[in-house]
């Protein structure tokens, strides 16, 4: 089946390190691939996207590069602040009957200053 | 400015009381969803909706209920069925099979047992 899978948290780094967080996915067919991430208390919000195989996304200092040859869609940043402490999601949608979209279990970030 | 509403932002329920989520969207979308998120467990969704007065069950329906008889609203009822309702409950919407398409979500609702 359908499937995302991402680094348990939570995850602590000091501001201005350097951040990956991997998400790997298994699916039938070509999904569009996001991370979304959520602040304490509230919903989601989209951080950045990929609809193909090579595509990068980018959004606020963060990428993510979809890759089909390992199925993978991991998100960097260079270099982190304190307000990028959240809980960040992996996320994949695919063109089928059912219009789901499948969610990691989400990774807790934490930046000390 | 479009979005999803959902109200209230905190619901206390008593044992045997059915409870009922508010989700409303002006973003004239078809689809919306229902997810449930408890810590350290991500996103489970609930119910879906592709289409006024139709929906599915999503991987954990049982002890809830929804209902679409509008296109702008999804409400989702916490039965008495559900033995363990404490959970911050997300509405989602986006356009009908629109996969390359983010989903909007609302601000959340904290449901708590007394």
């Known amino acids: 089946g359908n499937s995302v899978t991402q680094m348990e948290g939570p995850v602590t780094l000091s501001e201005e390190a350097f951040l990956t967080i991997n998400c790997t996915y298994t699916?039938?067919?070509?999904?569009?691939l996001f991370w979304y991430v959520q602040y304490p208390g509230e919903g989601l919000q989209l951080l950045l996207k990929a609809t193909k195989a090579d595509d990068k996304g980018s959004n606020k200092g963060f990428e993510a590069t979809y890759r089909k040859e390992t199925t993978s869609f991991h998100l960097e940043k260079g270099s982190v602040q304190v307000s990028d402490s959240a809980v960040y999601f992996c996320a994949l949608s695919l063109m089928n009957r059912d219009d789901k979209i499948i969610f990691g279990k989400g990774t807790r970030l934490h930046i000390l200053p | 400015d479009g979005g999803i509403t959902q109200s209230p932002k905190y619901l206390f329920r008593k044992e045997g009381q059915n409870v009922t989520l508010s989700c409303e969207q002006n973003?004239?979308?078809?689809?919306m969803y229902w997810y449930r998120q408890d810590p350290g467990q991500g996103l489970r969704l609930i119910y879906y909706s592709q289409i006024v007065n139709d929906f599915q069950k999503g991987d954990i329906a049982e002890g809830y209920s929804v209902s679409r008889e509008k296109k702008e609203s999804f409400p989702l009822t916490v039965t008495s069925a559900q033995k363990n309702p404490t959970a911050f409950y997300l509405c989602?919407?986006?356009?009908?099979?629109?996969?390359?398409?983010?989903?909007?979500f609302g601000s959340g609702t904290q449901l708590s047992v007394l």
């Open positions: 989602a919407s986006r356009r009908f099979q629109a996969t390359n398409e983010k989903l909007f």
């Open positions: 973003l004239n979308h078809d689809a």
């Open positions: 699916a039938t067919g070509y999904p569009s």
